[in-house]
């Protein structure tokens, strides 16, 4: 075996566990802005590169760990290194606001990823990781999605205002890091009501405008 096609059939990875489409919605935010957050394509993945290549070398609340580690996983899905591995956006007035992934081990436990929010101050990264977490109980159907952070922000808004469960016996596939755990009865009885939101169907002029988003400046590299 020597053909680059005949290797490519080995090394390539996808879904290999049911899967159903993330529906899209509407969340009004603080701001009374409109953020629509749909399932990405995987033929949009070049452009969330470029939106997050700024962040790379950004020390500030750990974007460039977050941002390097999310720019692989997602070149991975891109490129069919990654298996199982879903990303979603949210799109305001056009543009790009926030970027959230996640990847099933298998159909009971799901992988949290990251989450990147390029607008900051509306909850838009509160947001994206709740409706990343919402596929995966509510359209995917998972037992457990197992959570890690990298940054102190992410720990009070993940763990702390979810009120995770600490699992000292398990290790994230986030090199090996600390691991909390969203159980579905922790996320029907207390999670959803309070930290879930959105509206659908979209309506269709919003939702075609988040079709073709621009990139613009991460506000955490604008001068102030």
């Known amino acids: ?121 509306l909850r838009i990264g509160a947001h994206m990781f709740a409706a990343k977490q919402e596929h995966a109980m509510e359209n995917l159907g998972v037992k457990e999605i197992w959570v890690t952070a990298e940054s102190p922000i992410g720990f009070r808004r993940w763990m702390i205002e979810w009120g995770l469960e600490y699992r000292p016996d398990v290790q994230h596939e986030l090199g090996g890091a600390k691991c909390w755990v969203l159980t579905r009865e922790k996320y029907f009885k207390d999670v959803k009501h309070r930290l879930v939101f959105g509206e659908r169907p979209v309506p269709e002029d919003l939702y075609k405008k988040s079709l073709d988003f621009k990139i613009t400046t991460p506000d955490v590299l604008k001068t102030t």
């Open 1 to 121: 075996m020597s053909s680059v096609e005949e290797i490519e059939k080995i090394l390539y990875v996808d879904w290999d566990i049911p899967y159903k489409h993330y529906p899209p919605k509407v969340i009004t935010l603080a701001s009374g802005e409109k953020m629509v957050v749909r399932e990405a394509r995987r033929e949009e993945v070049p452009k969330l590169l470029e939106a997050l290549r700024p962040l790379l070398t950004v020390e500030r609340d750990y974007y460039d760990i977050v941002a390097a580690r999310q720019y692989a996983e997602l070149l991975g899905w891109y490129r069919y290194r990654v298996r199982n591995e879903y990303c979603l956006i949210g799109v305001i007035d056009g543009y790009l606001v926030g970027i959230a992934n996640n990847r099933l081990v298998n159909q009971d436990v799901c992988m949290s990823l990251h989450t990147v929010a390029l607008k900051r101050g």
